[in-house]
């Protein structure tokens, strides 16, 4: 079985966002508006957490996307009373939608924070529910979403390798800000796989994971060479 | 309260309920007859007498995710001037052919949206025969107005644990 990892290089990651945009539109994820998201409403899959290092005028500013972590010993999942969030067999956090009831403990025994709630009707950019992404349900009002690795994508590309009698190639399953990264800072792909560009680069000298002593054992690698 | 205003209250409320009961019934026995296709098509003499496949007219039935309802362009490949029988529902047909105007079909199967269901890994890659959910359309010669297997999460869940595949969330759901 495999087991779906990312792997984010923050030395090249230019911070530009394009993942979260990507993600947004892939994943057909709604648009809070500014007061709202100012109360810390904002619907995102993939964040971008920004922290800021010196005093003017020598100020860098460090760049971190953030998207579900996929644990593999995932505290949501045991929280849940309705087995709407479960971990599957490949290592996929599971969200089921139609099953949530919108209880949020999950959103609180995330360590990251990565889960968000649906506390309105979705609103969407004039025209923009014309151009949903028929590959994923839009979510209701009072649920629980968050990043799914693009499942949706996993779906397909089983269906054609299943189909072509073949197994997974490595880089064909890659979620939309994966896709998108100008800078390549993004790899995903199976654990399982010695082959697979992700084994390799998760154990990188400069990988390390996000709070590693939960031991909620995170799939989302981060590579740098600055010690934070 | 008084003890006839109980009873009077009890009657009532039992008599509403069973009332429900009834039309619950009743909306259950009769789920899509109220369905009436635009045109009287007769599945069978479309197999037998002239010898169709499923595919002819649901033509992505084997390589897409719908197998489609068909379109006008498909029927005009044999209905186009003269009609070849004597059915007066094939007159209809006609007109639609020369008004150039779709057949307003109503869809009997529908899978939610929130589930990804593809015909082609059903068919192809499950093998499955058409009749498996469809029932045997052999035989059906009034059109169709409700579903031989109507698409709920059981039914679905049933054949996966039969055919032992997958019967995990993610499989379907999305």
């Given at each position: 079985?495999?087991?779906?990892?990312?792997?984010i290089?923050?030395?090249?990651?230019?911070?530009?966002?394009?993942?979260?945009?990507?993600?947004?539109?892939?994943?057909?994820v709604?648009?809070?508006?500014?007061?709202?998201?100012?109360?810390?409403?904002?619907?995102?899959w993939?964040?971008?957490?920004?922290?800021?290092?010196?005093?003017?005028?020598?100020?860098?500013?460090?760049?971190?996307?953030?998207?579900?972590?996929?644990?593999?010993?995932?505290?949501?999942?045991k929280?849940?009373?309705?087995?709407?969030?479960?971990?599957?067999?490949?290592?996929?956090?599971?969200?089921?939608?139609?099953?949530?009831?919108?209880?949020?403990?999950?959103?609180?025994?995330?360590?990251?924070?990565?889960?968000?709630?649906?506390?309105?009707?979705?609103?969407?950019?004039?025209?923009?529910?014309?151009?949903?992404?028929?590959?994923?349900?839009?979510?209701?009002?009072?649920?629980?979403?968050?990043?799914?690795?693009?499942?949706?994508?996993?779906?397909?590309?089983?269906?054609?390798?299943d189909l072509?009698?073949?197994?997974?190639?490595?880089g064909?399953?890659?979620?939309?800000?994966?896709?998108?990264?100008?800078?390549?800072?993004?790899?995903?792909g199976d654990?399982?796989?010695?082959?697979?560009?992700?084994?390799?680069?998760?154990?990188?000298?400069?990988?390390?994971?996000?709070?590693?002593?939960?031991?909620?054992?995170?799939?989302?690698?981060?590579?740098?060479?600055?010690?934070? | 309260?008084?003890?006839?205003?109980?009873?009077?209250?009890?009657?009532?409320?039992?008599?509403?309920?069973?009332?429900?009961?009834?039309?619950?019934?009743?909306?259950?026995?009769?789920?899509?007859?109220?369905?009436?296709?635009?045109?009287?098509?007769?599945?069978?003499?479309h197999?037998?007498?002239?010898?169709?496949?499923?595919?002819?007219?649901?033509?992505?039935?084997?390589?897409?995710?719908?197998?489609?309802?068909?379109?006008?362009?498909?029927?005009?490949?044999?209905?186009?001037?003269?009609?070849?029988?004597?059915?007066?529902?094939?007159?209809?047909?006609?007109?639609?052919?020369?008004?150039?105007?779709?057949?307003?079909?109503?869809?009997?199967y529908?899978?939610?949206?929130?589930?990804?269901?593809?015909?082609?890994?059903?068919?192809?890659?499950?093998?499955?025969?058409?009749?498996a959910?469809?029932?045997?359309?052999n035989?059906?010669?009034?059109?169709?107005?409700?579903?031989?297997?109507?698409?709920?999460?059981?039914?679905?869940?049933?054949?996966?644990?039969?055919?032992?595949?997958?019967?995990?969330?993610?499989?379907?759901?999305?």
């Amino acid at each position: 079985m495999p087991r779906w990892a990312m792997v984010i290089d923050l030395d090249k990651c230019t911070g530009c966002g394009a993942c979260m945009a990507a993600c947004k539109m892939e994943n057909n994820v709604a648009i809070v508006d500014s007061k709202e998201a100012q109360a810390g409403r904002a619907l995102f899959w993939m964040d971008m957490i920004t922290t800021y290092e010196g005093e003017y005028p020598t100020v860098a500013a460090k760049r971190m996307p953030k998207p579900c972590f996929q644990c593999d010993n995932p505290p949501c999942t045991k929280v849940c009373p309705v087995r709407a969030t479960y971990r599957n067999n490949e290592g996929l956090v599971a969200q089921i939608y139609h099953r949530c009831i919108g209880c949020r403990y999950c959103m609180a025994a995330c360590p990251f924070t990565t889960k968000v709630f649906n506390w309105y009707e979705p609103q969407w950019l004039e025209g923009a529910n014309k151009c949903f992404n028929p590959d994923v349900s839009v979510r209701a009002v009072g649920v629980v979403e968050k990043c799914s690795f693009c499942a949706h994508r996993l779906q397909h590309v089983k269906e054609v390798a299943d189909l072509e009698k073949r197994p997974l190639q490595d880089g064909e399953y890659v979620p939309a800000c994966s896709e998108i990264c100008p800078a390549d800072a993004i790899s995903f792909g199976d654990l399982e796989n010695k082959d697979s560009a992700v084994y390799k680069l998760s154990r990188s000298y400069r990988a390390s994971r996000v709070m590693e002593d939960l031991g909620v054992e995170p799939k989302v690698y981060y590579l740098s060479k600055r010690v934070s | 309260m008084p003890k006839s205003a109980r009873t009077r209250n009890l009657i009532i409320l039992s008599s509403v309920g069973t009332v429900l009961v009834v039309l619950f019934i009743v909306v259950r026995l009769y789920a899509g007859r109220g369905v009436v296709q635009p045109i009287a098509y007769n599945h069978r003499v479309h197999i037998e007498n002239a010898g169709m496949q499923c595919t002819d007219c649901h033509v992505h039935a084997k390589d897409m995710a719908s197998a489609t309802v068909p379109s006008l362009e498909v029927c005009q490949n044999c209905h186009s001037a003269e009609p070849v029988s004597k059915s007066p529902e094939e007159l209809k047909v006609l007109k639609y052919v020369a008004d150039k105007k779709e057949i307003p079909w109503i869809r009997i199967y529908e899978v939610p949206e929130h589930v990804y269901f593809s015909h082609r890994r059903h068919v192809i890659g499950g093998k499955l025969e058409c009749e498996a959910c469809h029932g045997n359309m052999n035989e059906q010669t009034q059109p169709v107005t409700t579903a031989f297997l109507p698409v709920t999460m059981e039914n679905c869940m049933n054949c996966h644990r039969q055919r032992k595949v997958s019967n995990d969330c993610l499989a379907c759901h999305r």
